[in-house]
């Protein structure tokens, strides 16, 4: 398994990866450079993903939600931008049965690449869904972790510890760690030019340094933080700390994927609904990582996916990844193993973990 030269594949996407997010284009060539930045990212994409099954991986297909498919939203709402933040990043962590470390993460978030997690590295859209295809070491994998980041929001207060033999009897545990968000109040109406999206930065995932499509909603709240600085070093707009809270969640499994090298697979996905998951009453204990609280109970929805619904999104190679297209082309669908049972018959989509 020639892991170095994979190793570095990703490594190379990494130096990239600095995303034009938080850039303030000034110079002129601007949006000249970023062009270029943006074409030397695709053609590493193209490799990484087009040449993965050659490295000993395989490549998996899994939908997760697109947020592109509701209106634009207004995110000067605190609400509203809030609830987009956690859709936006939370991640499903599926970890492997045996070599730890290594792990498929699906998301919509911005991902931290490393050799044995490289996160999507394409996506494509389809109604509702959105299709991203990540390479994968061989293994089984199973869902057991999930992160995500809940702005505008304070720590729990903590409890003494309780027994060990109550917290087993959970189906998991939810660590918390305290963040603060930068939040801009303007002062001072700002001035529309008409030339808000003629910055230089590009148009959806260019803006997010992205193969694919379905980035519209998340650059426009990457350029709602730009022109807040913007606007706070013009003096129009107050920058004032916000509390937040980065969540991990780990549980007992709740569905599983196993996948050999060489192997083009497409399976469902997972979300998690933003009023999950319920946490025990009075159970968080102050320990060396921040505030550790059991959970009574987990759901999740899953979305069920199909080769045909696949195939009727927009190809790689419309997205100028011939390589990638290939592989795409060996593509078959593998339902993931379910721990537990649906809700109800009503609701096959919604399934629920819970402890003893």
């Known amino acids: 398994m020639p892991f170095s030269l994979t190793r570095a594949r990703v490594c190379l996407i990494a130096l990239f990866a600095p995303v034009l997010a938080f850039a303030q284009p000034a110079e002129p060539d601007f949006a000249a450079r970023t062009a270029a930045l943006v074409e030397r990212h695709r053609a590493n994409v193209d490799a990484l993903l087009g040449n993965a099954r050659q490295d000993g991986m395989a490549l998996l297909v899994i939908p997760t939600l697109n947020l592109d498919a509701e209106p634009p939203r ?23 049965k045996s070599k730890e470390g290594y792990v498929i993460s699906a998301g919509a978030g911005d ?41 505008r929001t304070e720590l729990p207060e903590t409890v003494p510890p309780q027994s060990a033999m109550e917290r087993l009897k959970k189906i998991g545990i939810a660590t918390l760690d305290y963040a603060v968000d930068r939040e801009f109040k303007m002062s001072t109406p700002g001035t529309k030019t008409g030339l808000e999206d003629d910055d230089g930065l590009g148009k959806g995932c260019e803006v997010m340094l992205r193969a694919g499509g379905g980035c519209d909603e998340a650059a426009r709240e990457v350029r709602w933080r730009i022109n807040g600085e913007i606007a706070f070093n013009a003096g129009q707009a107050d920058a004032v700390p916000a509390p937040g809270i980065e969540a991990e969640l780990t549980f007992s499994p709740i569905a599983a994927i196993k996948l050999e090298a060489g ?17 025990t009453p009075d159970s968080c204990e102050d320990t060396s990582l921040g ?55 009503a609701e096959p989509n919604q399934i629920r973990a819970v402890g003893d």
């Open 74 to 96: 207004d995110f000067n709402d605190d609400a509203t931008r809030d609830r987009f933040v956690r859709q936006r990043s939370t991640f499903m962590r599926w970890n492997h």
């Open 291 to 345: 505030p550790t609280c059991t959970m009574d109970s987990l759901t999740l929805t899953r979305l069920p996916a199909s080769l045909d619904d696949f195939r009727q999104a927009p190809s790689a190679a419309s997205f100028n990844l011939p390589t990638l297209d290939a592989a795409l082309r060996d593509l078959t669908y593998r339902a993931p193993t379910l721990y537990y049972k649906p809700v109800s018959a």
């Open 111 to 151: 991902h931290k690449l490393a050799p044995t997690d490289p996160g999507p590295q394409f996506q494509t859209v389809r109604g509702k869904l959105l299709y991203q295809v990540i390479p994968v070491w061989p293994g089984e994998y199973r869902l057991n972790r999930i992160t995500y980041h809940q702005p």
């Open 263 to 279: 192997e083009v697979v497409l399976t469902d996905g997972f979300v998690l609904p933003v009023d999950q998951p319920v946490m």
